[in-house]
């Protein structure tokens, strides 16, 4: 599937845009100015598979602790400001790749200005964050609500005041805690814009809410060929973020360096306590990067025919399971050495 064509921006190494790669992204939950947690939490997520990461700045000392940070990290770092355009300077001068900031609520003009040559001149590109629940509010009486039109014509001032000043290395997002607004508002930006967008739905609550807020709408625009780059926000940890990002992005055969994981929901025919076992694979296969079927089945009556499909599957007996691969049944392993088993089987794959 192809992306909606965008105009490209290069944030760090990467190239945003104007091709079929939809980076992944997550947003540190620690005050910046604590570097060394920062750090930690962001070598973490790496591992994971985020590819960009956005931490907030506050204050002038969460700036500084930008310098640390990059120092020590691999990907791309954002550095999400509001209202202080000070703060995006010194944000700038300590080695930020890319700002989050729009630029209407930052004062005057010439402040806009003095932050655009910053970012001109160290090449960093700019994210302007249109949310639903922060339209200005003229536009919020002008529609009554929150509508995708009212945030298309938020994102058109603060684009314009950009393009006056002869900037375009520009990149967009239009969230709202409503998932189908969100679908509407980014199908009406990708006919509008030609700058990339990032996609994600706001405060989209727990990690059961977000996932199936995000896959409703992310998924949508996804398969529609809209988004460039995402983040799937989950209350609570950024960890929790990456799998589910992920999941969706190989559903939608966009990535194809992560594993799948396939499970019966077990019926009465289960005969051994499968849950755990699916639950710690689970945990361990988001720590690998192969394209790998690995299906866990509850019952010998249904398993092997269901699992042959799979690159290394179980189905499991009565305190026991049959270990498959590729379709052929190779031995039978007692419960407490499936696990064990099975991740010898994947490292070796």
């Known amino acids: 599937m192809k992306r909606t064509e965008t105009r490209e921006v290069k944030i760090k190494d990467l190239v945003l845009g104007h091709n079929n790669h939809v980076y992944i992204q997550s947003m540190c939950n620690i005050p910046t100015k604590q570097a060394q947690k920062v750090i930690k939490q962001i070598l973490n997520l790496e591992k994971m598979g985020c590819e960009i990461i956005r931490v907030s700045c506050m204050d002038m000392e969460d700036a500084k602790a930008i310098e640390t940070i990059k120092k020590n990290i691999h990907i791309p770092l954002v550095a999400d400001i509001h209202f202080d355009y000070k703060l995006a300077l010194a944000c700038i001068e300590a080695g930020a790749d890319k700002i989050r900031l729009n630029p209407g609520n930052i004062g005057s003009k010439e402040n806009v200005k003095v932050v655009v040559q910053a970012c001109k001149q160290h090449n960093i590109p700019i994210r302007i964050g249109i ?18 039109e009212g945030m298309i014509e938020s994102a058109k001032r603060h684009i314009e005041i950009l393009e006056e000043l002869d900037f375009y290395d520009t990149v967009l997002s239009f969230k709202s805690s409503d998932p189908l607004l969100c679908i509407e508002a980014y199908r009406l930006a990708a006919k509008t814009f030609d700058y990339p967008l990032h996609l994600g739905v706001t405060e989209a609550g727990t990690t059961m809410t977000s996932a199936i807020k995000s896959s409703l709408a992310l998924g949508t625009l996804l398969l529609e060929g809209i988004g460039n780059t995402i983040r799937i926000s989950v209350n609570g940890s950024p960890e929790k ?5 992920k999941e969706l992005l190989k559903s939608c055969k966009l990535i194809d360096n992560v594993p799948n994981l396939i499970a019966c929901p077990t019926c009465g025919r289960t005969q051994w306590n499968m849950e755990p076992v699916v639950n710690e694979m689970e945990q361990y296969l988001q720590t690998v990067n192969k394209n790998i079927t690995v299906a866990i089945m509850g019952c010998a009556v249904n398993g092997p025919g269901e699992a042959k499909h799979a690159d290394i599957a179980i189905a499991g007996g009565r305190n026991e399971g049959l270990l498959i691969k590729k379709g052929q049944i190779i031995e039978k392993i007692p419960q407490d050495k499936i696990v064990e088993r099975l991740i010898k089987e994947i490292e070796n794959f």
Do not use: C, Q, R
Request: proline share 9%; net charge negative; no cysteine.
């Open 131 to 148: 949310n639903s629940g922060s339209l200005e509010k003229d536009i919020h009486e002008k529609y009554g609500k929150p509508t995708a």
């Open 241 to 245: 973020e990456i799998p589910i990002v």
